[in-house]
């Protein structure tokens, strides 16, 4: 069934009507200076869309493709100047080509361009023909076969949206974090092992699918995103068990020196020191005990707390802390740095001191 | 009223027949449940006829009133957005019946946790239902899941409980523990209708 929109200003009416003939002659048969919704989906188009796509329907807002077998979108999108959604699902898009070229640079679609549905084709990558579209909100690119998420998603600065559920996704990039809109973000049923805690800066963030993956925990940075209201988590190999990093390394010379320079606030002017110790005195990071105050560089002690989250989940959360010694501020129990005081719940094992275990981190 | 001796087998032509049916069916005390299934199986799904309950949310799926049955039951549309799931929860004692309208959903059910709920819930089957394919559950069948898989298309679902209710239990399927939430409605007779409470919905 082929629908053409035969809009008023206000509100649309849809008819169904029959084309016989060549799909550019039924078209330009109907072309109308006031269609603002053309909806060919569901019937397998014989070709690619036509050239004349914009004359003819140059108010088009919402262009709907869907499951028509189109292996390409190429040029004739470019010159509609007010297409703002783009739904293409379902097709045999994903070879080189399956965007037009100079997608994000047309002056007039890559402005305008706000909701792009790519779901159930065949990209293995994300195109980066889509990586200029700074005014994209909505982009779903749910069922293809992506691997990675490349860094330079964060190029699409208006993304509110994120759908990339049922990929092959292995893990995220930190640069996603950057997104300052982003709201809903769709992982689940990828293969992803972690979560970077950069992602608690998306501050926007309401809900978050990551289930049916291959998560055993998360980064305890996710406990900032005060907004999230929807996580999901299932199917995923979440250690239900208290366990402390086996191997912990004791610091190094230039650690030791560099914790102490940092708690003790010791001043330093970049002529100091040579320029890789000014770049390993930046990358401190702070150690979660409330009374420890300190800080380490490559040497810490990485355990797996557990904690109440939303009031409904006991999350196992990752911790770095600088020494064995520290306990972080998230146990119940946070004064004291003994074992029996770390695990506070009938589903996690007492761990004693000659027991400890390796994390099991998948 | 008595009970009829044999199961009758009603053909609803369209929703609003669906609805009038079942207040008849529901006159009573008591439910048919054989009855009640086939009629609901019976309704071939038109969307024009629906299309007014079913609002999509962004974020989650949503529970759109459709009748309140006088008070018997709570006829309700479900629609869930690509990926969108439920918590494993029960029934609160009530007869559900949950039809496909468009799209598919998956079914799991699980055996209830032990008393002291601890462990992994134990998955005992799992199904996907088809568009007009009708489900029917109780709580002394056990608890499920009901989830839209399809990351490309979305799902509308038909609901009916009797009794109704507005609080059931969602349970944490790595631990068997639950928690007692109240379900909200995000439409009510084609008018959307926010929830004032901030209190965390169910989840999963």
């Known amino acids: ?362 | 009223m008595e009970q009829p001796v044999q199961t009758q087998m009603w053909k609803a032509q369209t929703l609003e027949e669906l609805v009038q049916i079942l207040h008849h069916l529901f006159a009573g005390d008591k439910v048919n449940v054989a009855e009640v299934q086939a009629l609901m199986d019976s309704y071939d799904s038109n969307p024009l006829e629906w299309m007014q309950y079913a609002k999509f949310d962004q974020y989650r799926y949503t529970r759109n009133l459709v009748d309140q049955g006088n008070g018997k039951f709570n006829l309700m549309i479900l629609c869930w957005g690509e990926g969108h799931g439920s918590s494993i929860h029960d029934h609160t004692d009530s007869h559900c019946f949950m039809k496909v309208l468009q799209g598919n959903l998956k079914e799991t059910l699980f055996e209830w946790p032990n008393k002291k709920g601890i462990g992994e819930m134990m998955k005992k089957s799992e199904r996907v239902l088809r568009e007009n394919q009708c489900a029917y559950i109780n709580d002394s069948i056990g608890l499920h899941r009901v989830e839209n898989t399809s990351h490309t298309e979305c799902a509308v679902s038909l609901h009916l409980y009797s009794p109704p209710f507005e609080t059931c239990s969602t349970f944490d399927q790595r631990t068997g523990h639950k928690q007692k939430v109240r379900m909200t409605f995000y439409s009510q007779f084609g008018e959307r209708t926010p929830c004032a409470t901030a209190v965390l919905q169910e989840n999963n």
């Open chain 1, 1 to 362: 069934i082929t629908l053409i929109d035969r809009s008023q200003p206000r509100g649309c009416t849809l008819a169904c009507i029959h084309l016989d003939g060549g799909l550019a002659a039924d078209l330009a048969s109907r072309r109308s200076a006031e269609t603002r919704r053309l909806v060919l989906s569901q019937r397998r188009l014989p070709g690619p869309l036509p050239p004349g796509l914009a004359r003819w329907f140059p108010a088009l807002e919402v262009l709907d493709v869907s499951g028509t077998g189109l292996a390409a979108l190429g040029s004739e999108l470019l010159s509609l100047p007010r297409l703002h959604t783009l739904l293409a699902k379902n097709n045999r898009l994903g070879g080189p080509g399956s965007l037009p070229k100079g997608l994000a640079e047309a002056p007039l679609l890559g402005r305008s361009l706000r909701v792009l549905n790519l779901s159930g084709n065949r990209f293995a990558e994300l195109p980066a023909a889509l990586l200029g579209l700074r005014g994209l909100q909505s982009l779903s690119l749910g069922s293809n076969r992506l691997h990675s998420i490349p860094p330079e998603i964060q190029e699409l600065r208006s993304l509110e949206f994120l759908y990339l559920g049922g990929n092959f996704i292995t893990s995220i990039p930190p640069e996603l974090a950057s997104l300052p809109s982003l709201s809903y973000l769709v992982l689940c049923d990828n293969k992803i092992q972690s979560v970077p805690p950069q992602l608690a800066q998306l501050h926007s963030l309401r809900s978050l699918s990551l289930h049916n993956n291959l998560l055993t925990y998360l980064p305890r940075e996710i406990l900032n995103l005060v907004h999230l209201e929807e996580l999901s988590l299932r199917g995923n190999p979440l250690v239900v068990r208290f366990v402390r990093d086996l191997t912990y390394n004791p610091p190094s010379l230039q650690e030791l020196a560099g914790r102490t320079i940092k708690s003790r606030n010791v001043s330093y002017t970049p002529g100091d020191l040579p320029g890789n110790l000014l770049r390993y005195l930046h990358l401190a990071s702070n150690c979660p005990n409330p009374k420890c105050g300190g800080v380490y560089f490559d040497s810490c002690v990485r355990q797996i707390k557990f904690v109440d989250f939303c009031g409904k989940y006991r999350l196992p959360l990752m911790h770095y802390l600088c020494s064995p010694e520290c306990s972080s501020p998230c146990s119940s129990a946070s004064q004291s740095s003994t074992s029996q005081s770390e695990s506070d719940s009938e589903d996690e094992a007492i761990v004693a001191a000659h027991r400890m275990q390796k994390v099991l981190l998948g």
